[in-house]
């Protein structure tokens, strides 16, 4: 499992287990020069923090995180950043229920086949809190984008059946609702739907949708680094996404040509658009318009509601998933998106300055 | 943009333009011993290549490729496959129309903004004609494939808005018709559609779904090089994907928990999931099931109906793309979605060999 | 800097400076299944750890390796392998004398060229105790290999004008003196030589040659993955080489092909050569004989005597760098060159399992 | 065997065989906008061309280099140049004499093992052929490097024991011999030593040396992308190279510190050194001084005296080798030292664009 490593100019390299000594990223690559303290990462990391509402695991975790390197005198030195989360509440439980069975839903039966035997405890590196470690390489990406005026905003869209109103958005509303929805009756309407799915020991999943703005026309390198490859990527490498779609998405499959293609026009001594259907993307390459992406997650796996499996005897059994897990893993899931965006785009933009020679010649003269 | 080589150990770098000498790709990492022969190539080429029925462009090109290296008496021999096709039909044109022109829904604005100017003719390297390089090297990794008794089948399950009916599907039946679905009724009914398509100087996206049989479980790496994420990669790198899911995809969103899971059981000596929710990935790596993806194509975006757009002088315009454009990418890229699945799954399947010590120890003893 | 990443398949990350908090080494595809605890890995920072002998710095650290990821009841799971120690002597010094300071013969210049300013603290990341993640990792590559039945052993040659007698040649020796050389006459000599280096203020270099037994051919992948271009690169990124040579090396440019090209014969049932004059390395693939490297230290640029230099204010001025230096870096590389070569064949060694179609419809049925 | 790749940024990849189809190498991520034809490219082909002197094979190829992609109305687009040279002089010859024999000296026996079989005519891939690919490339990178004012040269130091003599340098000289010396007397007494060594069916090995002028200081990207790491790497994945040095090289081993240092001055508005020891690395970035390296060649391994070797039956026979080799490599492979060199400098100068955030925010704003 060499796939722990993402980028190739601004490179993160993350590590760690639910349940063993702690979780953390190496960032290589990162510029020189950048201001950074660990509460620039924290205030990501807190967003993804356990325990915050009725819709999240009560693990008691403080995901604090500390610069082991590549910093000095509060800023960047252009070697290794790296960055490290010790796990606090690694509760000792008795994992005899879970240890020699598939939970369904879960990777548990893929690591078995893989690797021979799993890490059972919390579900090992297969865990979501393994996601912990691109928030904070996510915090260091969202400095130097800050520092280019791009900005990276994801929010629910829709929770189950429960979507936002389009007319009602409104994205500072997002963080005063444990759903992250940016419409607050859509936010009531999905905390009733899950308050019954708890009650009935279920899970529910939903939609994140990620807004980029600022990002400059030119950005992605074709043909297989494409903006939306690498995106695709990226979102598609963290748990539980099913679906990942770019502007109209699945919707452009639908419609015709004259009605996708968002027409040119020069205006106010730039070049634009005058619709957004291609979600920032042309050709792999972004097109100067906001950057749109929507990513599907599916319901938590983790149900306390009998399930049929085979253990490891490979006897046909029945199992109840006892324990601290989240209802549905959208709303924590929110700056994941926005972490994986961030790293991505950071890289693209590096990789960009070299398309040019008259750059490379200005650089260097 | 040095985004043009994809994988690991099975490597491929495509290069080439639409109105250039040529277009190809080197395979590198392509194991020895395989027997390859131009035809084993030529077969898939033919699926792309155009002019095979009234929606697709007539460009006149035999796609015919050529072995310039790594094939010695009949065989693979280690070294890389460099694999060419020549183009013939660079029909001089007048270019006039489009060389200072920003076309809507193409790269071309992002291209010149990137790279200062760009290859006009045909849109050069974001030209869908690309594609073909994919498509011959994925014909070598088919035949690796072949060799583990893994099959790659792709077929349109939707155009615009007819969609085919499950109840009828019949794989065979996808080569029986120029829209290459896997149902006849529907087939008709999307003709029907497109001609009316063709007649508004329209055009129409799709969805096309790639169904893999014969995936060992335990492939992919997390938690970046997971399954889906390589894959995820894979389909958006290919020109006009708007989205890609995989299993119940963006359904899996608006289902609970309890019906999303698959249950395992263990049946006939071996472990099997009683239902296919995940679409054949769990955690990023195989489960043994069948491997389930679709990607939604948008409609082309060369059409001859009026759009506004601007020159390169910063004017705003109106053109109409004449020429010889398909109406609809989506029947010629289902050779190209097999074949990057196919490549995908060959590098994940080699990287997955070095996973287990014992494995190793048994290879070297 | 994204250049702290070495490897394909078996991929390590560093990180860490000479004064920051610890430094570390991120181990990515490590194969799953084989036993590991940290004294198998404190056996070797032993081996590099300061203070042992009047001819390294007397810092005091006990470099203390922590296992924070990637191993479960004692075995490798094949996930990311974290490995970190923590600084404790980061005595509170002055450098008011340096750090505005170019040392020469040191990276300082460089750096500061290239990121616009540095931790001056000991060297920061350009300190060799950035060599400790390596041995860390070396020692988990060299558990793969002992598994394997391929051992790797290196030690000094030379320092300064002593050589070692190849007559004299005892590899147990070497541990029994401070130098590692394998030799105890040449060994006495130059204690004495070091002894009146140090007296005079000024320090040595040396050369070291690393012998790998039991590597089976057929290991290296041309053309420029070569096992001598990849053992190459690993040896060149450690500080202070400044040259390498692959059997006779540089003595093969001297004397005629019929001299140099070692014969084959087979003999007790296998391909054997009669002289090893390649040094275990034919067209860049391993030939079955031992591999032999030799590699090149400069002395250590740090020397109390007055040297001229110039501070960022861009004045001419002298300096004496006072210290805890090693007068000497050869003994504790020695390590540090069994890692780089153990660590660039695991690699290597993964790499060559996909080579033939044969094996992988082997292991995959 | 995917190690055909070369680069992070400016990509390589090589392909072809010595009698198959042809050679070629595809280059990704080459800047758009510099100008380029293929008279560029052939100058330097011509330079590695066979048939030049009675030291060269007498095997007539022109060598023509083709450009198949990426350079549109005379310039490069910023897409994949795609660079071919079709075999012409592919002599129907009789292999029979060694199609199953392990050459000495050769790659033979390693090919075998590792592949199962190999391509035997001509040496196949391990061909010294496959480095014509190299210097197609090498001749791309030089373009750029001249843009920046950056200049490669290297030249013959010595042919087995005749040397130089660094008095009489003459870099102008190294083009009116065909041993490429820049020293006239000594080029004169190589010829004498080649002719002796061509009569008694032997061949001889050498020295190159390479000198890089113009070079900022700042360039390679510690710890394992270094200057020297890189440049090792690069360099000794060309065929027949046994060592490599920079700088004084093996020399600095055996000298003191104190002498070793190379002191900096302020001179003339800016740093300089004293003198240039390290061959203008420090670290493993350049230090602004004159980048110098040396390679050792091994003589030919082909040789028409007998030699002992094994057959694939395991027979212990004895062979000589015909055919039309070249008695020495390292006149031709003077210019494929410069496009290594090239082509890793230009990878390296483009990483080194991202070093600083300074730079990145002037670049995007």
Not at 134 to 154: P, S, Y
Not at 209 to 235: H, M, N, W, Y
Not at 312 to 340: L, Q, T
Request: glycine content about 10%; aromatic content about 6%; overall charge negative.
């Amino acid at each position: 499992m060499s796939g722990s490593t993402f980028g190739n100019i601004f490179k993160i390299t993350t590590w760690g287990e639910s349940h063993g000594r702690g979780l953390g990223v190496v960032i290589d690559g990162c510029p020189a020069g950048i201001p950074l303290c660990e509460e620039d990462i924290q205030r990501d990391m807190d967003r993804r923090k356990p325990g915050q509402s009725r819709y999240t695991t009560q693990r008691s975790e403080a995901d604090k995180i500390e610069i082991m390197s590549g910093v000095f005198e509060g800023k960047t030195t252009g070697t290794p950043i790296s960055l490290m989360v010790l796990n606090t509440d690694q509760r000792s439980r008795d994992y005899s229920a879970i240890c020699d069975v598939y939970r369904p839903g879960h990777a548990d039966y893929g690591f078995e086949t893989k690797y021979g035997f799993r890490d059972y405890r919390g579900g090992g590196r297969s865990s979501a809190r393994e996601t912990l470690a691109r928030v904070a390489a996510g915090a260091v990406a969202r400095k130097i984008l800050a520092e280019l005026n791009i900005k990276v905003d994801a929010y629910t869209v829709s929770i189950n059946e429960i979507e936002i109103d389009r007319n009602n958005f409104d994205l500072a509303e997002r963080f005063n609702n444990p759903v992250v929805m940016p419409d607050k009756a859509a936010a009531e309407n999905a905390q009733a739907l899950l308050d019954t799915a708890i009650k009935n020991l279920d899970s529910v999943g939903g939609v994140i949708e990620c807004c980029v703005t600022g990002l400059p026309a030119g950005i992605g390198e074709p043909v297989f680094d494409k903006l939306d490859a690498s995106l695709g990527r990226a979102i598609f490498s963290i748990g539980a996404v099913k679906g990942v779609e770019f502007g109209l998405g699945f919707e452009a499959a639908k419609i015709y040509g004259s009605q996708n293609n968002d027409n040119f026009t020069f205006k106010d001594g730039k070049v634009e658009k005058l619709t957004n259907n291609s979600g920032g993307i042309l050709g792999g390459i972004s097109d100067g318009s906001e950057l749109i992406l929507r990513a599907a997650f599916k319901p938590t796996p983790s149900i306390a509601q009998p399930q049929k499996t085979v253990n490891s005897k490979n006897e046909n059994i029945e199992i109840e998933i006892k324990g601290r897990h989240d209802p549905i893993v959208v709303p924590r899931a929110v700056i994941v998106v926005e972490a994986m965006t961030a790293i991505t785009l950071v890289d693209l933009l590096l990789m960009n300055m070299s398309a040019k020679m008259d750059n490379i010649k200005k650089f260097y003269n």
